[in-house]
């Protein structure tokens, strides 16, 4: 089997598997490789030797290159013209009244693809926002419909217990919860002792 590697490119975002191209690396290693909207920085959190083979189900991309210097300065780059990308996003938004809320956009490393994650009640038509949005980021630009789970994951914050939520900090995926691990565990089944910031059931109810 070839040797594979593990990268996360968001601190609790899913592991992505890829061929090293030869490359030695370590736990902790920056890797430049592509994230699917173009190249991004990830970071190697399983080395060959930790890879289960059976977790490996798609074709192997080869890493781009170990990250260099001027990739995090263009990394730090991006996020300044994420947020400013994130103002203009929410400007347009609000003159075309479209019933959604822009939560955070994320780039490709070279700031040439901008995806914007928005909530909405139900599917929204925003092809002509999509277009404006490119047309004045001089880029190609994806929006993308999250749910309330998501929402929390993007914009984090803490939980009932104090601590910043599970899901922003090391969940990678997210697992079904059902109010019968809540009754078996002898919790209160008041919503609002065991309902997360997202408003569904907490996470934690299904391993604490």
Do not use: W
Not at 5 to 22: L, M, N, S, T
């Amino acid at each position: 089997m070839a040797e594979v590697i593990g990268i996360r490119f968001k601190r609790a975002g899913k592991i992505h598997y890829f061929d090293p191209v030869g490359n030695q690396f370590k736990v902790g290693d920056l890797v430049v490789a592509d994230g699917g909207r173009g190249s991004e920085i990830g970071r190697v959190v399983l080395t060959p030797s930790q890879v289960i083979a059976s977790d490996i189900s798609e074709p192997l991309k080869p890493i781009i290159r170990p990250a260099k210097e001027e990739d995090l300065k263009q990394t730090q780059a991006n996020r300044e013209k994420e947020t400013e990308a994130l103002v203009k996003g929410r400007e347009l938004l609000a003159h075309s009244r479209l019933p959604m809320k822009i939560l955070s956009v994320d780039s490709s490393l070279e700031s040439g693809h901008y995806t914007f994650y928005f909530t909405a009640e139900g599917r929204v038509d925003f092809r002509d926002l999509a277009k404006e949005l490119s047309n004045v980021l001089k880029a190609k630009v994806d929006l993308r419909q999250v749910g309330p789970r998501d929402e929390a994951k993007l914009l984090g914050g803490y939980g009932h217990c104090g601590r910043p939520l599970c899901c922003a900090n090391h969940l990678t995926e997210f697992t079904p919860v059902s109010i019968k691990m809540a009754k078996e565990q002898e919790l209160s089944l008041n919503p609002s002792k065991i309902s997360g910031l997202c408003g569904r059931l907490l996470c934690c109810l299904a391993y604490e």
